[in-house]
């Protein structure tokens, strides 16, 4: 399993924007689905977003569609986040997922580090 190192986290204001990077070093992720998830204080992790091997499919939880949106080079899956509300604070992770098709059933799993993301004025 590829191990990631997610990135650009910080704080910033509710309506602001983040674009989260993660990459995994060694591995070659063109076969693998990468998922972004995230868990905020005091809750469980939840999925917020997948794209498949083809770059071309995309799925994103109820509370990311219209406002986040991912993608993905040889080498770096992003998550680009707008209009970023508090509920939106908490610790994000990249995944990836050998079936390379964003199962629905897919929770993730081998987590690095996150980068951190605080939403509040």
């Known amino acids: 399993q590829p191990k990631f190192v997610e990135s650009g986290g910080d704080l910033v204001q509710p309506g602001g924007s983040l674009r989260l990077s993660c990459t995994a070093s060694g591995f070659n992720l063109d076969t693998w689905a990468i998922g972004w998830f995230r868990q905020a204080p005091g809750k469980e992790r939840e999925r917020v977003s997948c794209i498949d091997r083809t770059y071309t499919i995309t799925n994103y939880a109820d509370f990311a569609k219209g406002r986040f949106t991912t993608s993905r080079d040889k080498t770096f899956v992003f998550l680009e986040m707008n209009n970023l509300k508090p509920e939106d604070t908490g610790v994000y992770y990249c995944?990836?997922?050998?079936?390379?098709?964003?199962?629905?059933?897919?929770?993730?799993?081998?987590w690095g580090q996150g980068t951190r993301v605080t939403v509040s004025s």
């Open positions: 995944a990836a997922d050998p079936d390379g098709r964003c199962r629905i059933s897919w929770n993730g799993g081998d």
